[in-house]
């Protein structure tokens, strides 16, 4: 979890590489209606993500009932959302992926193709409820290294 721009899918993959699960882009998971929004750099409200939410829980949901384990990256950026998605699995972790404003907006200005556009990221600062309980990496250090620390602080 974290803004756009901290890292989640580049770390969340090869987390997943390295475990043998699968990765799930929570992203993919947005109505076209939210991915339009965002192109056009408008942030979006607590309604457009119920249905975004909804689905990650409902794949967090399937993953639990079949015993599988995998890596879902989402920004998940309240509290209320993270409650949402998680409820009272005792199984799901979450990893917060935290950097300061200025590398991740310079992070972001250089993709080219991503929805989400640089001008959003101040939004989403503003709504980020730092969590508690989750695992809390530095989003200077190299990817690999962020992995291992993962790893290790869930036992893994």
Request: glycine letters at 10%.
């Given at each position: ?13 090869l987390l997943a590489l390295d475990l043998g699960w699968s ?87 250089g993709r080219q193709d991503h929805f989400m ?40």
């Amino acid at each position: 979890m974290g803004v756009s721009g901290a890292g989640k899918t580049t770390v969340g993959k090869l987390l997943a590489l390295d475990l043998g699960w699968s990765f799930y882009e929570g992203d993919d998971l947005h109505p076209r209606s939210n991915v339009v929004k965002m192109a056009q750099g408008i942030p979006l409200t607590d309604e457009d993500r119920q249905p975004w939410l909804g689905r990650i829980r409902l794949l967090i949901d399937d993953l639990v009932s079949r015993g599988e384990s995998g890596v879902i990256a989402s920004s998940a950026l309240k509290q209320a959302y993270r409650d949402q998605l998680v409820g009272d699995e005792d199984d799901v972790k979450l990893v917060y992926l935290k950097g300061e404003f200025q590398l991740i907006s310079e992070r972001l200005e250089g993709r080219q193709d991503h929805f989400m556009k640089s001008g959003l990221l101040e939004s989403q600062f503003s709504a980020m409820e730092e969590p508690d309980g989750a695992v809390n990496m530095d989003v200077t250090w190299e990817p690999k290294s962020i992995v291992v620390a993962v790893k290790q602080a869930l036992g893994l």
